[in-house]
């Protein structure tokens, strides 16, 4: 408080709608809150599992409970990916889970997406029962494509919040439609067939045949792995700034 009667206020985090993408909480299932095959899990969020071994794949709704570190920043509920068992590293397995957003929501987000100094930030929770390197791969769907990788090795069996800022490019083509405009790929595993020759934190031409860089096969052969995420969120800017938390029926809508 100043001498003259006014005061100067820190304020953080006060921007609302700043978070791009829908139910990074995890809360909403509509289609029901478990599947074992390919298809949406918690809604929005596209689950693929393909030719990796005779096995189960579980993807299901879990709650969070006080020792979780996630629940002391709001959270409730996550999407766990079980597997029954080892599964087979083949060179065209395929398992992943997708958020797609769609291009509108990008081109009048703010993001100057031709820019080296506009930002995107990305932040999330991860937990997996084996450590090894995995991937979240964006990639955009106009023009040319182009493609970024963001790798992250959390420990294992502990929950880790991973935080990336992606700059813009000139190659980068945003439509203004409601078509798909950028992908959010979590690569759990992907085989030989489309992984090799990819980068690690710089925007390339997407390549159907190098996606990623080679992955390990640690946790997919492991057998009864576990894959769990929560606190997806994609905002603008060169901070990831913490959760934007929306009611049940706002998420919804």
Not at 14 to 23: A, C, E, H, K, V
Not at 118 to 133: D, E, H, N, P, T
């Amino acid at each position: 408080l100043a001498s003259d009667g006014t005061c100067t206020a820190k304020i953080t985090n006060n921007l609302s709608n700043r978070r791009i993408n829908i139910n990074g909480q995890m809360s909403v299932w509509q289609r029901g809150t478990s599947r074992t095959t390919n298809g949406y899990g918690p809604d929005r969020y596209y689950q693929q599992m393909a030719d990796a071994g005779s096995i189960t794949h579980t993807i299901s709704q879990q709650s969070l409970t006080s020792s979780d570190t996630p629940w002391d920043s709001g959270f409730r509920y996550y999407q766990r990916h079980t597997l029954s068992a080892a599964g087979t590293a083949n060179a065209n397995a395929s398992v992943y889970t997708q958020y797609t957003i769609e291009a509108q929501d990008l081109a009048q987000s703010g993001w100057v997406h031709t820019s080296t100094s506009s930002y995107l930030s990305i932040s999330f929770w991860v937990r997996a029962s084996s450590s090894q390197k995995f991937y979240l791969n964006l990639r955009t769907r106009d023009g040319t494509q182009q493609a970024y990788n963001i790798p992250f090795t959390p420990s294992a069996n502990t929950w880790t919040k991973v935080t990336a800022q992606i700059p813009g490019n000139a190659n980068i083509q945003i439509d203004n439609n409601n078509d798909k405009g950028l992908h959010l790929n979590f690569y759990k595993f992907l085989g030989t067939d489309d992984t090799g020759g990819s980068s690690e934190n710089a925007w390339a031409a997407y390549s159907g045949t190098a996606k990623v860089p080679d992955m390990a096969s640690t946790w997919l052969t492991a057998g009864a792995s576990t894959f769990d995420l929560t606190g997806l969120q994609l905002e603008v800017g060169d901070v990831a700034t913490d959760f934007e938390h929306l009611p049940y029926g706002v998420e919804l809508a």
